[in-house]
C-alpha cells in the first residue's frame, strides 16, 4: 500500500467534501429562507399576566395576577385550610392604565 493517494481518490474526498459542506450550508440556511412557524395555543385565560410566583399577604404564600383587560391584580394563596392549592381570588388594586398617556404633573 502506498503513502501517496492516486488523483481518482483525492477527487472523490474532495466531492465527498464538497457535499458535506452544501448539505451543512443548506441545514444552517434554512431557518432564515423558510423560519419556523410559532404556534401560540388559543387560551381561555390568555389576558392573565403571573406577576409574581413568589408573593406573600398577610404571611401567606401566593401568586400576584394582573388581567390586562382591565388593570386589576389578583392575589390567588397556595395554602388552603386543607394544605397545598390555590385559594379563592382577592382583588388587590386597579392599575389605571389609561393614566399612564398623560404627562407627569408639574412638568
Known amino acids: 500500500m502506498s503513502i501517496h493517494q492516486t488523483p481518482a481518490s483525492d477527487r472523490t474526498r474532495n466531492l465527498l ?13 434554512r431557518p432564515y429562507i423558510e423560519p ?9 385565560f390568555d389576558h392573565v399576566n403571573v406577576l409574581s410566583t413568589g408573593w406573600m399577604r398577610n404571611g401567606r404564600p401566593g401568586i400576584l395576577l394582573m388581567d390586562r383587560r382591565n ?4 392575589y390567588m394563596g397556595t395554602q388552603t385550610e386543607k394544605g397545598p392549592g390555590l385559594s379563592e381570588p382577592q382583588f388587590v ?15
Do not use: C, H, M, Y
Not at 36 to 44: C, F, G, N, P, T
Not at 71 to 74: A, I, S, Y
Not at 93 to 107: S, W, Y
Open 17 to 29: 467534501l464538497v457535499a458535506i459542506t452544501l448539505l451543512l450550508g443548506i441545514l444552517a440556511i
Open 36 to 44: 419556523s412557524r410559532i404556534v401560540q395555543a388559543e387560551a381561555r
Open 71 to 74: 388593570g386589576n391584580v389578583w
Open 93 to 107: 388594586l386597579r392599575v389605571p392604565f389609561e393614566k399612564l398617556d398623560q404627562a407627569p404633573a408639574g412638568q
